[in-house]
């Protein structure tokens, strides 16, 4: 016999992860990582809304408002409110490497983030060196976004590589989700909610969605929901904050939710047990 539940979420949000008008969002990820276009749907629902920032795995995204979310093998790129940019930004750090770039313009600036900041600004620039001792930041112009590899700097400067992309592109509707954790339980969820075994972890209740608008996942109670879309309600009155909700960004119901105040995303779930 199918059980039809209704499940009410309040999902918080804290103000601080949101750019003011004058701010534009500056994401800092190790050099290299792979950022693929799916993701970019992450990073652009981020820059939109209160957000900690972007976790990167393999094949999908996750846009990060609560920070107590982890997942094995991946990148978390955390956000920074950034005044001086033009664009949202992403930039790809590692320390003592090098590009070699005899046509590189240098200029001086305060900190690795100026330097960034001057780079992202600057439409031919892709790829920036910052030296923290001299202040020099050298502007590297390269045809392809990525330019030549990076090569370890021998001459021990401190000296930090960035690659950067500006402005963000658009992103693709692909398997990315915001996330949230241990939430107080007020707002209605609508859809259809099937049940599979979480024992085997997070990585493993995602991959049972493909359509769905959300997951409700418990490594406490080795519970896996996938929720999809459907005009029924009845409470889903058992989720408590053991769960963790990830709703889908590509779900239709998405685009009509209201971020930051109130992220009150609605659902109709059911299962049979
Ligand atoms: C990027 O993705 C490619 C193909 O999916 C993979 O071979 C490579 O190891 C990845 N690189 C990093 C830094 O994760
Ligand atoms: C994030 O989750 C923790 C518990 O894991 C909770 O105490 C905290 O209030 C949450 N923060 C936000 C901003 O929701
Ligand atoms: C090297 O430069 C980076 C970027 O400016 C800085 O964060 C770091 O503290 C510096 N390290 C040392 C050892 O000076
Ligand atoms: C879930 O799977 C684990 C191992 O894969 C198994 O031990 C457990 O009994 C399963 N739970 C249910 C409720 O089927």
Do not use: W
Not at 100 to 120: E, F, G, H, K, M
Not at 176 to 202: C, H, R, W
Not at 239 to 259: A, N, V
């Amino acid at each position: 016999m199918d059980t039809i539940i209704l499940l009410s979420l309040f999902l918080p949000y804290s103000s601080s992860l949101i750019c003011s008008g004058s701010e534009k969002a500056l994401f800092h990820l190790p050099y290299p990582s792979n950022i693929s276009t799916p993701s970019l749907k992450c990073f652009n629902e981020c820059v939109k809304n209160d957000c900690e920032g972007v976790i990167l795995t393999n094949d999908r995204c996750f846009v990060l408002s609560n920070s107590s979310f982890a997942l094995e093998d991946s990148t978390f790129a955390a956000k920074k409110c950034v005044t001086g940019l033009y664009h949202s930004t992403i930039s790809l750090t590692a320390s003592q490497l090098v590009v070699p770039d005899r046509d590189a313009s240098i200029i001086s600036t305060p900190s690795l983030d100026q330097c960034i900041v001057r780079c992202a600004n600057e439409k031919q620039c892709s790829a920036c060196q910052f030296f923290s001792d001299s202040l020099d930041c050298l502007l590297s112009l390269f045809e392809s976004r990525n330019g030549p590899d990076p090569l370890p700097e021998p001459d021990g400067f401190n000296v930090t590589f960035v690659q950067v992309i500006s402005p963000l592109p658009k992103g693709e509707c692909s398997p990315s989700f915001n996330s949230f954790q241990s939430i107080p339980v007020y707002t209605p969820i609508y859809g259809d909610a099937k049940l599979y075994n979480g024992s085997e972890g997070l990585e493993e209740c995602l991959s049972h969605c493909s359509d769905c608008s959300s997951v409700l996942y418990s490594s406490h109670y080795k519970e896996c929901f996938i929720v999809t879309p459907s005009s029924v309600s009845q409470p889903l009155n058992f989720i408590d904050d053991h769960f963790m909700i990830l709703s889908s960004l590509c779900s239709p119901s998405f685009s009509s939710l209201q971020f930051p105040l109130f992220y009150l995303f609605s659902s109709c779930v059911r299962f049979s047990q």
